[in-house]
């Protein structure tokens, strides 16, 4: 092994920033407002504390789960993530390479510089999910939908923390925009605008975001849905509730990466709730500030199915392409594999609340 090449997964970011425009990499790597939700992602994840257990047979490990109807090999997915073009000349298509090559689900984000066609067609089988947008127009949204599900997508999971953007001084600083050359690619039928636009504005004729989203809309997608309904961005109890009730077939807890509305509570803080919210009605996946194998096995003690993870992948992409992304996916589940091990769960149903040193912590 070379000696530059990184261990863990927080040793990608360095790497990457030396490879990246300075916008490029604010835009990755900054938060909302003073970035408190940013930093408590990680100090609360850190805070808890796992209990380790001895003399139990951990020679044969199960890391097998099940997620609407459909079996993956390890409970890490590939979260959704804009402008994949910015880090690497490949993107999206090498994010899924990578993916397919570790075994992960990737989840192509509505924003993606790269068609869903394009990277179902040169992904190496990835297995796929679709991140949506609403769209104002209705009807693209569905036509949208359709083509996912018509590209193989094994679940819809819909952002729905994010009538605007957050207030992200890092990206104001930097007079983020896409670089020429570099699109929407799924929204290429809605013009220009749609597809060049940054920021959501009142006074804007077309935006990219759409405030209106309600109840309501979340239901009339689910009515014609062919692939199970994920709402993404759950951090209230009171919503974990009426997803269940509204047609949601699956959760993610998620702060959208801290980039939305700062001082917001940790994903780690918010999801205990969200699982006694809805009663194991629908399952609850984690997303938020996971780079550790231990990080996994804190979020699945709590109750998640699985966890998803966004900037450390991007940062593989941006070392190193496809392989990069391999790396960290594998780096993670092997950290997974020995915080199971030496945790004595040598299998995800046998991963509970009784995993965690709950008389430990401050």
Known sequence: MKETEPVNLLEYEPLARERLSQMAYDYVAGGAGDEITLRRNRECLDAVRLKPRVLVDVSHLDTRVELF??????????????????LHPEGEIAAAQGAAAAGAAFVISTFATTSMEDIVERGHGARLWFQLYVQQDRGFTRDLIQRAEAAGSQALCITVDTPMLGSRDREKRNHFALPEGL????????????????????????????????WDTIEWIASFSQTPVVLKGILAEEDARRAAEHGAQGIIVSNHGARNLDTAPASIEALPGVLEAVEGRIPVLFDGGVRRGTDVLKALAFGAKAVMIARPYLWGLAVNGAEGVKRVVEILRAELEASMMLAGTPALARISKSSLWLGGQD
């Open 183 to 214: 699109e929407r690619e799924n929204l290429k039928i809605l013009g220009a605008q749609a597809t060049r636009a940054v920021h959501y504005s009142k006074d804007t004729p077309y935006t990219i975001l759409d405030p209106s989203l309600s």
């Open 69 to 86: 109807g459909q079996s993956y090999d390890f409970p890490i997915l590939l979260a959704p993530a804009a402008y994949q073009k910015l």
